[in-house]
């Protein structure tokens, strides 16, 4: 049996909190990862990759917000059926565009000379941010941001 785990921080002690009952071997197992790592994870001395958050999130049923923030409901509702999300499946999170919310604030940070004085929680925030400015952003109001910037970045640079 393992050993029980000190987290380190918030986020440790949501992880443990989410996997509840479940083995950490058998959770492991799950995400592909060693029962070391995820126990690296759950003491707060390691953090996940973005896939990996993902993958917890949906093994685990829970809020990837929730997780990362320890804001919201860690198991929201389903509000018209009243049932909880575990019973539901769980909400699919685009890799690719968590990947690019993180790079935007990534460029953020380094440009303004944050990056490594930033907690995680701050991090986090930020990163959740973006994302949710991402899904709920069009694809018209994307590209012209995008032409915006482009165009700023090419007149700074000539």
């Known amino acids: 049996m ?20 479940m083995k950490r071997i058998d959770a492991a197992q ?8 995820l126990g690296s994870y ?3 001395t ?11 999130s949906s093994l685990y049923r829970i809020s ?13 509702t389903v509000a018209a059926q009243g049932m909880p999300a575990s019973q539901e499946p769980a909400p ?21 000379a944050w990056v490594d004085k930033a907690s995680p929680e701050v991090w986090a925030e930020m990163v959740a941010e973006a994302y949710r400015f991402q899904v709920t952003t069009s694809e018209g109001e ?7 910037e482009k165009a700023k970045t090419d007149r700074m640079a000539g």
């Open 30 to 37: 799950a995400l592909n990862l060693t029962p070391g790592r």
């Open 46 to 56: 390691a953090e996940p990759s973005i896939n990996t958050l993902a993958a917890i």
């Open 92 to 112: 699919a999170l685009d890799v690719e565009m968590l990947r690019s919310a993180i790079a935007s604030v990534r460029r953020f940070a380094q440009e303004e």
């Open 42 to 44: 759950e003491q707060g």
């Open 64 to 76: 990837i917000q929730w997780l990362i923030t320890g804001e919201g409901e860690m198991r929201p």
């Open 142 to 148: 994307k590209r012209r941001m995008v032409a915006e």
């Open 2 to 21: 393992a050993p029980p785990l000190k987290p380190k921080s918030p986020f440790a002690e949501r992880l443990i909190e989410a996997r509840g009952d």
